[in-house]
C-alpha cells in the first residue's frame, strides 16, 4: 500500500531554532495536511495545502508556522522560533479523492 | 472547542468479546466519519468510515454506527483480539472545503488474551 513518508522520526533543538520538517506524500495525492499531537492529548489539526497554497488553517498555526511544498513531491512544515510548547509528534497526511487521509508515521519534535 | 468528544479514555475487554468504542460531536455540518487506530511510535491508519447518509457501516470484524439525532457514533470490535490493543480515535469533516479532520481526544483499547 501507498504509504506518507517523514523525515527526521525524531528532531530535537534548542527553544528559538528553526526546524523543518519534511514529508513526502503519496504521489498521486491533491491535498496535503500537518497535524500534531501534544503527549497526552488529541490529534489536533495545523494546516491544509491545495494547488500551492494553503486552503485552512487553525489558530495554532501562527506567524512562526509556515509550509512549503518546494518541488513536486515534499512537504515541508517549517517553524521559525521554537519555543518549548512546540514540542509534540508532527503527522503529515496526504487525500486523494475519496476522503481518506494518510498519515505518515511522525516526526517527535523535542524543543529543549 | 472541543466540537469531538470521545470520553472514554481507556478500555479494557477479554479476547472473543466485543469493544464498543463512543464518540460525540456537535457540529451539525459534520457529515462524514472516520475511525482511526494509533499503535505507539507511528501514525493514525484508517479503520472504517461512514457517511451521514446511512447509519451502518460494517467491514469484517469492525463496524460503525451511527446516530445523527443523538450526534454519536460508536466502533464494535467483534471478536475483539488482542493486536486491536490501540488508541482509537474518532473524527469528522464536514466534507466542504479542504475536508480537514476534527479528532477526539482516542480512548486507548486493551484486548487481555
Known amino acids: 500500500e501507498p504509504e506518507v513518508t517523514q523525515t527526521p522520526s525524531h528532531q530535537v533543538t534548542q527553544m528559538g531554532q528553526e526546524v523543518i520538517l519534511r514529508c513526502v506524500p503519496i504521489?498521486?495525492?491533491?491535498?496535503f495536511y500537518w497535524y500534531r499531537q501534544i503527549l497526552g492529548q488529541k490529534v489536533e489539526f495545523l494546516v491544509s495545502?491545495?494547488?500551492?497554497?494553503?486552503?485552512?488553517k487553525s489558530e495554532i498555526f501562527d506567524d512562526q508556522f509556515s509550509v512549503e511544498r518546494p518541488d513536486g513531491s515534499n512537504f515541508t512544515l517549517k517553524i521559525r522560533s521554537t519555543k518549548l510548547e512546540d514540542s509534540a509528534m508532527y503527522f503529515c497526511?496526504?487525500?486523494?479523492?475519496?476522503?481518506?487521509?494518510?498519515f505518515g508515521s511522525g516526526t517527535q519534535l523535542s524543543v529543549l | 472547542d472541543q466540537q469531538v468528544k470521545q470520553n472514554s479514555p481507556s478500555l479494557s475487554v477479554q479476547e472473543g468479546r466485543i469493544s464498543i468504542l463512543n464518540c460525540d460531536y456537535t457540529?451539525?455540518?459534520?457529515?462524514?466519519f472516520l475511525w482511526y487506530k494509533k499503535y505507539p511510535a507511528e501514525g493514525p491508519t484508517f479503520l472504517i468510515s461512514i457517511s451521514s447518509i446511512k447509519d451502518k457501516n460494517e467491514d469484517g470484524r469492525f463496524t460503525v454506527f451511527l446516530n445523527k439525532s443523538a450526534k454519536h457514533l460508536s466502533l464494535h470490535i467483534v471478536p475483539s483480539q488482542p493486536g486491536d490493543s490501540a488508541v482509537y480515535f474518532c473524527a469528522a469533516t464536514d466534507q466542504t472545503g479542504a475536508n480537514n479532520l476534527f479528532f477526539g481526544t482516542g480512548t486507548r483499547l486493551t484486548v487481555i488474551p
Open positions: 495545502f491545495y494547488n500551492n497554497e494553503i486552503s485552512e
Open positions: 497526511a496526504s487525500r486523494g479523492p475519496n476522503e481518506k487521509l494518510f
Open positions: 457540529n451539525s455540518m459534520f457529515d462524514y
Open positions: 504521489s498521486n495525492h491533491l491535498y
